[in-house]
């Protein structure tokens, strides 16, 4: 049956057990037992699809695992401890030394720091480019390039990027396409049908959604992820089961809580796009953001951020997160509590202040996650602070 994609994430589930239980089970084990010698040994060699061991498998992270397959159109996934193990797991897996990364310049801090502090350990390389000057990624790539890296929309910026013209410059050059699509979720953009090869997603955000667990997956073709998987078997980035029932929980309301994100983000975006206090204000579904059409190709909706930048610098800046009532002040995103972060001072304070300037975050910017609270009552806090 082709159900759609609220009914697939509910009704995506584990075959119930003997007890006929509504809802899954936590499978709390960190190991599984085998019916005699020979079934173990064809479990260990493979002849066999079965649990082993929770660092390789274990009935929970597999149901997550699907169920966000399923969202992305995906082959197979394999399920982390967190966004950045994921991340990391996916460029130790498939790059060897002596290639050469091709990313977008507007990147997660932590993601940069593995370019420039722990690749080049193992002789791996990256180029960065411009996200508003795709034509010119072409003139980058060496006969070394393995792989193309990229989030959008961005962090912290909101920018985006056009999933289809770099799915179409994979293709052409045999270039592995990797997107992080975190700031989107599943439900809002599914970056596999524009051509990207793998899809990576920090679950902590928007797919857990009440700021509770740590997670991270990376979906796609099954060649790749198979690579992945053997590597996170033997190295152990796993994400835990309990963490796993959380998340496959939590994807059961993905879409009912992003498009009330969606809808507060939309007019909080608008009520600052007014505001005389503020410089700038970016949200991709703002018809004033430079990429609003590429946003609306591919986007259902603009997503839980908002960024802007208070007149007035640093200064101006800190007193406004100081003068904030309602709103946590946190580095995390998609809560359902909104959030509101420095990125200058924090995410992205391990960049210098070129490269910050490089990719558009000033000492003024603020990130806003916006969560579910009543949006009066959001608007109101942001007000009463910029005054």
Known sequence: MNNKFETNAIRTQLKRSQNQEHSVPMYLTS????EDAEDM???FA???DRNIYSRYSNPNSSEFIEKVCQMEGAETGFAFASGMAAVFSTFAALLESGDHILSARSIFGSTHSLFTNFLPKWNITHSYFKIDALEAIEKLITPNTKMIYAESPTNPGVDILDLEALGKIAKRHKLILVIDNCFASPYLQQPIKHG???VIHSGTKLMDGQGRVLAGITVGRSALIDKIYRFSRITG??????N???LSKSLETLAVRVDRHCENALKLAEFLEGHEKINWVRYPFLKSHPKYAIAKKQMKAGGCVVAFEVKGGLAAGQQ?????????????????????THPASTTHSKLSAEERAETGITDGMVRVSVGLEHIDD??????????
């Not at 190991?31 to 085998?34: M, R």
């Not at 109101?380 to 910029?386: E, K, P, S």
């Open 320 to 340: 406004f997160f100081d003068a904030i009532k309602l709103l946590s002040l946190s580095a995390n995103l998609g809560d359902s509590r909104s959030i509101v």
């Open 237 to 242: 980035p796993a994400l835990s089961p309990f």
């Open 41 to 43: 040994r064809a479990s």
């Open 31 to 34: 190991s599984f037992v085998f």
């Open 244 to 246: 796993a029932w959380v």
């Open 46 to 48: 493979e002849e066999k």
């Open 196 to 198: 990207a090869d793998l």
């Open 378 to 387: 959001i608007i109101r806090d942001i007000h009463q602070a910029l005054g």
